[in-house]
């Protein structure tokens, strides 16, 4: 099956490439003393929630595509506190996600437990991490602490929007 950046496949796994990039972004813009920040008292705090999403990426791959599976975390919502490694977790985890969907793809195969087809799974990724996006940009705001937009928007809105070709 053609994966190339010009294929439907490619394309699919170009937005998952860009989605973790803007992750990452994200995650590099944010202070170092604002990511314990949480919105409310019982709310996971920023940094909880990007381990969160390495997490949530880990199990999935291991329940739907467990041959791409890497080492799973052995907590879901425990801070990392080495933002280098951090980085290197998620992009790893974003790896195996990309992964297992090609094969499964390429292969036609099923996943294990979840999705109907693996494409769904990128895609559930995909709007997981939105979702968690939003709510790290309303924690800053919620704490004083907003984002620049212009700056922001370029590593994030302009990540998806960008033309490669």
């Known amino acids: 099956m053609d994966a190339s950046p010009h294929s439907l496949l490619g394309a699919l796994l170009e937005s998952w490439d860009r989605n973790n990039t ?15 920040l949480r919105p409310m008292p019982n709310s996971p705090s920023i940094a909880e929630l990007f381990a969160h999403i390495h997490y949530v990426r880990s199990v999935f791959v291991l329940e739907d595509a467990p041959e791409f599976s890497k080492r799973l975390p052995d907590e879901e919502w425990v801070a990392e506190p080495d933002r280098a490694r951090l980085v290197q977790l998620l992009n790893t985890s974003a790896k195996a996600v990309a992964d297992a969907v090609r094969n499964k793809v390429e292969t036609t195969g099923e996943m294990n437990l979840h999705y109907d087809h693996p494409i769904l799974m990128l895609q559930h990724m995909v709007w997981h991490e939105g979702y968690h996006h939003g709510q790290i940009k309303l924690t800053l705001k919620l704490a004083g602490r907003p984002l620049d937009d212009t700056a922001i928007g370029r590593a994030t809105w302009g990540v998806w929007m960008r033309k490669t070709h």
């Open 22 to 36: 803007i992750l990452i972004n994200l995650f590099g813009a944010i202070p170092d003393d604002a990511l314990d």
